[in-house]
């Protein structure tokens, strides 16, 4: 077994010859800065960071770490939840250098490196008023959200991310540069789109394009005590609403200092259940789409208005600040039934920590007109997606905080479905990630991880098991 010491000792060396970004060693400057993930609950100090510029820098990681016999973490934006894209005593292969975008604007496709986050590809496909489904937060990665299927604002309307993923450039476990798509390596194409980081080092993406323009954003806000009503109401407004309004319930306590001075002072600080809503059209139409959320309730706080997308697609980042501690569950379920609902309105306004919140969406829409086998992704069949996402700034408060989250999740247990979104939970173990894509599926992706990665080179993922 090779140990860290031989990498300090200098085999580093050798790899410089092949190897043009940076190769940071413990104790070298800008180390501690490049083994920080968004999530501060891991603490992880890698053997070597292999910060590379292009996909042979790539590849000149990855037949490093093996011929050293060292664990190897793949980081795009640095967002897992659970924390593994690093890895003590190992090489974290580094693509935060590589965030290029190309914009085609007749093809309608945008190409970006695999370092890049969701702001960088929003903000040039925006240049030409267009968009592909990304993220809900400008900070997180496009490669590891993609990898595990990718759902935001747009997606009730466009699909998921890896919907509209058109090819990618793909590093195999045995260092070879191969073109992923419906045409070539059709196999592979099928496993990126929902089954993680399993199958190998994605260096570029190509998405498709699609004309999105200003939208109209509306937030309306309720004391908890109206919370089981509103989420009777989503239930219906769900069914009935079109593909255009993109809409979610949401638990959350109003920050003591909001980026914008927006809301009134007596709800500042304050524990709300709200209905957060965007209407990815022409604004005016919008309105008329939003009356109904508009007519709901007795609301403490309500507004609307038209915004760039740019803009829409920044508003939670500084609820999910980067060194925050995260410990997140995910739920799927078939009917938001009256026990469940009763679940997340009694425990969704107790959160400890006030950057914490419970989500409630759905899985529908433009997502479940995909072939249920079409792509490796699990959820095409229209359920509901509740997130219970805990955020604290102190690591005094880890227990209690873990505690909440595990509470309210088993609580709802009940009431779901094995399956789960891979990309909303931490690690919860290899039985959860099997359950996670269901039996059929993971066959399938069991017979393609012997194909491409027999040997489980890439392992810190929700991780799919070769079969030897
Ligand atoms: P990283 O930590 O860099 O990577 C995560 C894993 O992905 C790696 O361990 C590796 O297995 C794999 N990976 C990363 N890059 C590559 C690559 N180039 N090639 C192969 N494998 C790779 N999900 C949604 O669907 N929608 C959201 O709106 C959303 N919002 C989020 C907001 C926040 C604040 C956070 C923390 C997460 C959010 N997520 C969301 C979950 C998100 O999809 C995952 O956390 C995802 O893994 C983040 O990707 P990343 O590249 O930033 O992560």
Known sequence: MVTKQIVEDGAVEGLRFNFRGDLIRPGEPGYDEARARHNAMFDKRPALIARCTGTADVQAALGFAL??????????????????????????????????VHVDPDAKTVRAQGGALWGDVDRETQVYGLATPGGVVSHTGISGLTLGGGFGILSFKLGLSCDNLVSADVVTADGRVLVASETEHPDLFWGLRGGGGNFG?????????????????????????????????????????????????????????????????????????????????????????IAPIKAFGKPSFEIAL??????????????????????????????????????????????????????????????AAVGEMDTAFPLRDSGYVVQMDSSWPDPEADDENIAWTRELASALEPHTLDRVYVNFIGDEGSERVEKAYGAERYKRLVALKDAYDPANVFNLNQNIKPSR
């Open 306 to 367: 038209p915004m760039p997308y740019t803009m829409l697609q920044t508003i939670q980042d500084e609820n999910e600040p980067w060194g925050s501690r995260n410990y997140w569950k995910s739920a799927y379920l078939k009917e938001l039934s009256s026990e469940a609902i009763g679940v997340i309105a009694s425990r969704g306004p107790t959160a400890p920590a006030p950057n914490s919140s419970v989500l409630i969406g759905r899985f529908g829409g433009a997502i």
């Open 67 to 100: 011929q050293a016999g060292l664990p190897i973490a793949i980081r795009g934006g640095g967002h897992s939840v659970a924390g593994f894209s690093s890895v003590d005593d190992g090489v974290v292969i580094d693509l935060s250098r590589m965030r290029g």
């Open 201 to 289: 080092i994605v260096t570029s993406f190509e998405y498709r394009l699609h004309p999105v323009g200003d939208v109209l954003v509306s937030m309306s806000m309720y004391s908890p005590d109206q919370g089981a009503e509103m989420l009777d109401f989503l239930k219906g407004l769900y069914v009935d609403a079109p593909a255009d309004l993109a809409f979610m319930g949401i638990f959350l306590t109003v920050p003591e200092q909001p980026p914008m001075p927006i809301f009134p002072p007596e709800i500042l600080g304050k524990k709300m259940c709200a209905i957060f809503a965007a209407w990815i059209g022409d604004p005016d139409e919008g309105q008329k789409a």
